[in-house]
């Protein structure tokens, strides 16, 4: 009986794509929601995206009811919808703060 391994196994590295030139892959955040582009696919579309706006605001309507009937209060807090001139402005803000 042999008492290494029968073959060698080889590792083979994966080169990186050509066109990257040193750059780090960036990792992609949050959920890539597109909208189909066919009308049809578009419309089925646009009612599953309204039905699950309605089944999240009821359950958060239910977890809201069952938390005040056991005396406490559940509220649903959203950030504010800034304006995209605002939205800018912050972003310049956070570079500007980042490197010192």
Same mark, same amino acid.
Request: charge should be positive; include cysteine; charged fraction near 30%.
């Given at each position: 009986?042999?008492?290494?391994?029968?073959?060698?196994? @080889?590792?083979?590295?994966?080169?990186?794509?050509?066109?990257?030139?040193?750059?780090?892959p960036k990792m992609k @955040?949050?959920?890539?929601?597109?909208?189909? @582009?066919?009308?049809?696919?578009?419309?089925?579309?646009?009612?599953?995206?309204?039905?699950?706006?309605?089944?999240?605001? @009821?359950?958060?309507?239910?977890?809201?009811?069952?938390?005040?009937?056991?005396?406490?209060?559940?509220?649903?807090?959203?950030?504010?919808?800034?304006?995209?001139?605002?939205?800018?402005?912050?972003?310049?803000?956070?570079?500007?703060?980042?490197?010192?």
């Amino acid at each position: 009986m042999p008492q290494k391994p029968l073959k060698v196994s @080889k590792t083979i590295k994966k080169a990186p794509a050509a066109n990257r030139h040193g750059k780090v892959p960036k990792m992609k @955040k949050g959920s890539f929601d597109l909208k189909p @582009k066919k009308p049809s696919l578009a419309a089925k579309y646009n009612d599953e995206k309204d039905l699950t706006k309605m089944i999240n605001q @009821k359950n958060e309507s239910n977890a809201a009811g069952k938390a005040q009937q056991s005396g406490g209060q559940l509220c649903v807090v959203k950030a504010p919808v800034l304006a995209p001139a605002d939205q800018k402005q912050k972003a310049k803000q956070a570079k500007t703060a980042a490197p010192s």
